[in-house]
């Protein structure tokens, strides 16, 4: 089994969304907000919906696995309000396998809604949105995506499989990522030693 560093050390966090707002999206009383998002395997996820505006009004949060046509509820979330800023969310803690999910946001209240809509970057191809009204047919939202972050954590924190014994593949596996990191950090001390010397001399002279 192949093990990297960054399995060990590092919370890596992906946040695809920070374009320029597209457009501001009504959604109706019971209509959803369906954005496709990506989770890597073998990591807790935490993902985080940003919110420009507050949402005074009753809206339900899910993410699902959708396999062969049904879907699986992975998390939700019934919230009488949104504040402004960022909502999170907590899926099931770990993936067997790489999954594509659905981010869905349903307007559960009896009144019209209003929300962000993002435009989607151009490397972010498979992230598709879509208008999902309550009894109409499926609309795809061109060039828009929710504002979405999703956080992995090390995978030898929840994978009861990986034993501390790998540690050392891994750091074997990455000596030159390990060396690189060295010399930058011994340079970087030297740099510092030197700027320390030259300022106790810089007052030695001035006394």
């Not at 596996?173 to 690189?180: H, P, R, T, V, Y």
């Amino acid at each position: 089994m192949k093990v990297y560093i960054k399995d060990y050390l590092f919370i890596r966090s992906s946040n695809f969304y920070y374009e320029p707002q597209f457009r501001q999206m009504e959604l109706p009383s019971g209509a959803s907000l369906n954005q496709e998002i990506s989770l890597q395997k073998g990591r807790v996820k935490k993902t985080g919906l940003f919110l420009d505006q507050p949402i005074d009004s009753a809206v339900r949060i899910e993410i699902l696995d959708i396999q062969a046509g049904e879907e699986k509820e992975i998390f939700v979330s019934n919230h009488p309000r949104l504040g402004k800023g960022w909502v999170e969310s907590f899926p099931q803690s770990y993936f067997a396998r790489d999954n594509k999910v659905h981010f869905r946001l349903t307007n559960t209240s009896p009144d019209t809604i209003t929300i962000s809509i993002s435009r989607r970057p151009k490397f972010s191809d498979g992230f598709q949105l879509t208008l999902i009204p309550k009894s109409k047919d499926e609309e795809m939202i061109d060039d828009g995506v929710l504002r979405i972050y999703v956080q992995e954590e090390p995978l030898f924190l929840h994978d009861p499989k990986l034993q501390f014994r790998t540690a050392k593949q891994a750091f074997s596996q990455e000596k030159k990522f390990l060396a690189f990191w060295f010399i930058v950090l011994m340079v970087c001390a030297v740099k510092t030693l030197q700027y320390g010397r030259r300022r106790e001399g810089d007052r030695t002279n001035l006394n």
